[in-house]
């Protein structure tokens, strides 16, 4: 009897052993098993079913432009270097040309000194010049500004976005950075943080720099970030300007003068059912003549355009107007 058990024993262990084997696949012998992404038991299925919700995608918001959208039929950019058209609402991209070139922005930089003020100053603050706002360089257009007068935030942005003055520039650099330094590592941080990749500031006003440069599209994602702020908005509509400030001995000095953007000024106009809302202008040797606007179709649809490099200012405006005249194909 014992004989006989021990044989039924080992006999059972051997097909206990065998079934192992098979069902843990181990051996030479190899199985097909279906996959079903949709089987209620698949760790494919158990995963996705637990949250569908798909996390936005950085340029979900914004306008693409892998290359050159151009039509030199309609718009005859020869003498620019760069520039885009793209409209807002529907991301639509009109025409690109040249546009992750990097290029010397000039006073176009002002867009984002101002955006870095917003976002971190009080508009009601006082700003003192220092020494900071003695710019000697040939050109360089000024407010006049001397080192002890005061102002507000908000009397500063609108010398700097309107009369596009460099010591107005450097005078909220100052202010809102504690160092000019430390303000323009503040507009390479926003540069970052926007996705203006192919973009470095090594100044508040634009003046050229070798280190100071920007493309087309950087500065697309930077005006359509700032024409986020009321302020903003409101101040590259004004045609004129008037304020006093103070100097160190507590008098009164008045500023008086007009937009550098000849759009709001009124010596060009937009194409038919185009409204230039505004923007900013600017001009050197080395980045040639500039200009990025905020515009509306006649249903109130947001487009910007930018254009980088033109040979000179008529040029400039022919071309802006060519340019804004695609919103109506």
């Known amino acids: 009897m014992k004989c006989t058990d021990n044989k039924r024993i080992k006999t ?3 097909a206990v052993l065998a ?3 098979f069902l843990t696949g181990c051996g030479n012998m190899s199985y097909d098993m279906a996959y079903d992404p949709d089987s209620q038991i698949s760790s494919f299925n158990v995963i996705s079913r637990q949250d569908r919700n798909v996390a936005n995608s950085f340029a979900s918001n914004l306008c693409v432009a892998a290359g ?3 039509d030199d039929e309609s718009v005859d950019m020869s003498q620019a270097s760069a520039a885009l058209l ?3 609402n529907n991301r639509d991209v009109l025409y690109s040309k040249n546009v992750h070139q990097t290029l010397y922005p000039a006073s176009l930089t002002k867009v984002m000194t101002a955006l870095v003020a917003l976002q971190h100053g009080s508009l009601d603050q006082t700003l003192t010049a220092t020494s900071a706002v003695n710019i000697t360089e040939a ?4 407010c006049g500004l001397k ?3 005061t102002m507000t935030l908000d009397q500063a942005l609108r010398i700097l976005l309107v009369y596009s003055a460099n010591d107005a520039a450097m005078l909220i650099a100052e202010n809102i950075g ?5 303000f323009v590592e503040m507009m390479n941080q926003e540069a970052r943080r926007l996705g203006a990749t192919n973009t470095h500031f090594a100044n508040p006003h634009g003046l050229t720099d070798p280190e100071h440069y920007t493309t087309a599209y950087d500065l697309y994602l930077i005006l359509n970030e700032a024409v986020k702020y009321d302020t903003f908005n409101e101040i590259i509509q004004m045609p004129v300007y008037q304020t006093t400030y103070f100097d160190k001995d507590g008098k009164e000095k008045t500023f008086d003068k007009s937009t550098t953007n000849l759009f709001i000024k009124g010596d060009y106009q937009s194409p038919a059912n185009v409204n230039v809302v505004g923007g900013k202008t600017g001009t050197t040797k080395a980045a040639g003549h500039c200009l990025m606007l905020l515009a509306r179709d006649s249903g109130g649809a947001p487009y910007i355009s930018v254009i980088l490099g033109s040979a000179e200012t008529e040029t400039l405006y022919r071309e802006m107007i060519d340019l804004l005249d695609e919103i109506n194909k």
């Open 12 to 14: 059972t262990l051997c």
């Open 86 to 88: 793209f409209g807002l």
């Open 178 to 182: 504690g160092t000019v330094e430390n």
């Open 68 to 70: 050159d959208v151009v």
């Open 147 to 149: 080192s002890g007068d």
């Open 19 to 21: 079934c192992m084997i």
């Open 139 to 142: 050109g360089a257009q000024l």
